[in-house]
């Protein structure tokens, strides 16, 4: 896989992969710096997008970043050993720009979650723009820092040496970290819907926030001005949840006074690949156009 980043506008970022296929490790809300995040399975999940030569995008709450000075949210209880120190959102960064130092090759892009900009808001520190530039400058990294919410052009190009024109086929993302708390019974879903009745042009919305996992379906139809037929075309709709594991024994805890349970860990592959569809018929023969499909 041979892989561009561009950045657009602030929250806009062209993704351009020469070639038919492509994988990617859709994740959110690590919470790396948390003794609770499951680092293990972190790993496990970076460590396969390095064997199978996958994008990795991270949707929010990189960092977690709740135990500064001032801060009401903290506790002893929930700062690892070499982070407490008196510069101690420096420590943290600082010691995540060697941790994802494998993942050079593979780390596009990392958008804000409600944990850095709150940080930017109250402490004036914005964590993921100092990440990006200790990273690529000590790891000749090229990760890009979107926005609490943005879009993700994907364009694969297949063509080939003998292609006079360059033939390249778009998959488009909108990705927002999220609001509110998810609830209980609908787990974020209703949120999907409200995105599907303000959105038009993506291929898949994508959110984190409310750590829930799901992924949905919705088929819509779309009239074709140019060959004058009515298409069905999917949207997809992603939940990805998080690395930080809260519950434990269910004993006690900000997560478990507060009645909520056990939540899923991790996020979702993603597997791009170009798959010729007819669309319909014209006097010249059939019209094709290019879909994604997984």
Same mark, same amino acid.
Not at 95 to 102: C, E, I, K, R
Not at 110 to 130: C, P, Q, S, V
């Given at each position: ?20 296929? %492509? ?13 609770? %995040? ?25 960092? %977690?970043?709740?135990?500064?000075? /001032? ?108 609001? /509110? /708390? ?113």
């Amino acid at each position: 896989m041979i892989h561009s980043i561009q950045q657009i506008q602030p929250n806009i970022h062209l993704i351009t992969i020469k070639g038919k296929s %492509c994988d990617f490790l859709l994740i959110s809300d690590l919470h790396w710096d948390n003794p609770k %995040c499951d680092r293990a399975l972190l790993k496990k999940d970076l460590d396969e997008a390095v064997e199978r030569n996958a994008l990795i995008i991270v949707n929010g709450d990189f960092f %977690c970043l709740m135990q500064g000075k /001032g801060d009401p949210r903290r506790s002893k209880d929930d700062i690892r050993p070499e982070h407490n120190k008196g510069n101690y959102l420096q420590a943290v960064v600082e010691d995540a720009v060697d941790w994802f130092a494998p993942y050079k090759d593979n780390l596009a892009l990392i958008g804000y979650g409600n944990h850095e900009t709150g940080i930017l808001r109250h402490m004036e520190f914005d964590a993921l723009k100092y990440f990006q530039s200790i990273y690529n400058y000590k790891h000749k990294g090229n990760v890009q820092i979107g926005g609490y919410g943005g879009t993700i052009h994907i364009n694969l190009d297949v063509s080939t040496p003998n292609d006079d024109v360059t033939r390249n086929t778009a998959f488009i993302i909108h990705y927002y970290h999220g609001s /509110g /708390g998810g609830g209980p019974v609908t787990k974020g879903v209703i949120q999907d819907q409200r995105m599907m009745a303000n959105t038009e042009g993506y291929d898949l919305t994508w959110q984190g926030h409310v750590h829930e996992l799901y992924h949905h379906v919705n088929m819509v139809h779309h009239y074709n001005k140019r060959n004058k037929i009515i298409t069905h075309r999917r949207v997809h709709q992603l939940r990805t949840s998080t690395y930080k594991e809260e519950f434990g024994a269910g004993e006690g805890g900000f997560h478990v006074e507060r009645g909520r349970g056990i939540k899923p860990l991790g996020g979702y592959w993603m597997n791009l690949k170009v798959n010729r569809v007819i669309l319909g018929n014209r006097n010249k023969g059939a019209q094709n156009d290019t879909r994604f499909v997984e």
